[in-house]
């Protein structure tokens, strides 16, 4: 007959060892947790793929239109007008948070009847052609925000002022034909594809304050 007593002992010192090897497959998953195994036998047998960051870019077209507001000496020979605007901008990871721009933009403004009355004048126009570069600097890292994207943008253009007016017999002192350099710099927020900036245009006897629309359209991503 089979000794019950001596099989119970025996299961029981077979049973040991098993229980022990589960406890150093346990110890030793702990310290690959924790980080104490990196150094062991084990992690230098690990072989390590090396992943490469790829930088991600592309060209945008931005076009829009926005408000011209005259400041200063240029209020009294302009109202406020809408105007148009266009930007080629580069925008890539590397670089990130700049955006490098080239943009052009084109404004045209009546002048005031007083101003027409003081001067001999039935008719009075500027019109200013803007051509220049810009950069945007994103501030996703310091204002966090769930919709927009803020930003603070600043440009320095060449300014074609063409003034058209009706008679040469006048005491305006202003010629037909200038070119300037203006700079500028603003505040604006980026919502989808749609840009909204506020921006101070710097240009002596025509500087103004902008408020801006524009949309974004990708051209090419590489």
Same mark, same amino acid.
């Given at each position: 007959?089979?000794?019950?007593? /001596?099989?119970?002992?025996?299961?029981?010192?077979?049973?040991?060892?098993?229980?022990? #090897?589960? *406890?150093?497959?346990?110890?030793?998953?702990?310290? #690959? *947790?924790?980080?104490?195994? #990196?150094?062991?036998?084990?992690?230098?047998?690990?072989?390590?793929?090396?992943?490469?960051?790829?930088?991600?870019?592309?060209?945008?077209?931005?076009?829009?239109?926005?408000?011209?507001?005259?400041?200063?000496?240029?209020?009294?020979?302009?109202?406020?007008?809408?105007?148009?605007?266009?930007?080629? +901008?580069?925008?890539? /990871?590397?670089?990130?948070?700049?955006?490098?721009?080239?943009?052009?933009?084109?404004?045209?403004?009546?002048?005031?009847? +007083?101003?027409?009355?003081?001067?001999?004048?039935?008719?009075?126009?500027?019109?200013?052609?803007?051509?220049?570069?810009?950069? +945007?600097?994103?501030?996703?890292?310091?204002?966090?925000?769930?919709?927009?994207?803020?930003?603070? /943008?600043?440009?320095?253009?060449?300014?074609?002022?063409?003034?058209?007016?009706?008679?040469?017999?006048?005491?305006?002192?202003?010629?037909?034909? +200038?070119?300037?350099?203006?700079?500028?710099?603003?505040?604006?927020?980026?919502?989808?594809?749609?840009?909204?900036?506020?921006?101070?245009?710097?240009?002596?006897?025509?500087?103004?304050?902008?408020?801006? /629309?524009?949309?974004?359209?990708?051209?090419?991503?590489?």
């Amino acid at each position: 007959m089979i000794n019950y007593r /001596t099989f119970i002992i025996g299961i029981f010192l077979l049973s040991v060892p098993l229980t022990a #090897q589960f *406890k150093d497959v346990s110890f030793l998953g702990d310290h #690959q *947790k924790s980080g104490f195994g #990196q150094n062991s036998v084990f992690a230098d047998s690990v072989k390590k793929k090396l992943v490469t960051k790829r930088s991600i870019s592309a060209i945008f077209l931005s076009v829009g239109g926005g408000i011209s507001v005259p400041l200063d000496s240029f209020r009294t020979s302009a109202r406020v007008t809408f105007g148009i605007l266009g930007r080629l +901008e580069f925008s890539s /990871t590397s670089i990130f948070p700049f955006v490098i721009g080239a943009q052009a933009d084109y404004f045209s403004y009546n002048a005031p009847d +007083e101003f027409k009355t003081i001067h001999l004048l039935t008719g009075y126009k500027t019109k200013i052609l803007g051509l220049g570069l810009n950069i +945007e600097y994103s501030l996703a890292k310091i204002l966090r925000s769930s919709f927009t994207m803020p930003f603070l /943008t600043v440009d320095v253009k060449t300014n074609m002022i063409k003034r058209e007016y009706d008679s040469d017999d006048t005491t305006l002192a202003l010629p037909r034909s +200038e070119s300037r350099i203006s700079v500028g710099a603003g505040f604006g927020m980026t919502l989808f594809i749609f840009d909204f900036v506020v921006k101070y245009n710097y240009m002596k006897n025509n500087s103004f304050i902008g408020v801006y /629309t524009k949309t974004k359209f990708p051209v090419i991503r590489f």
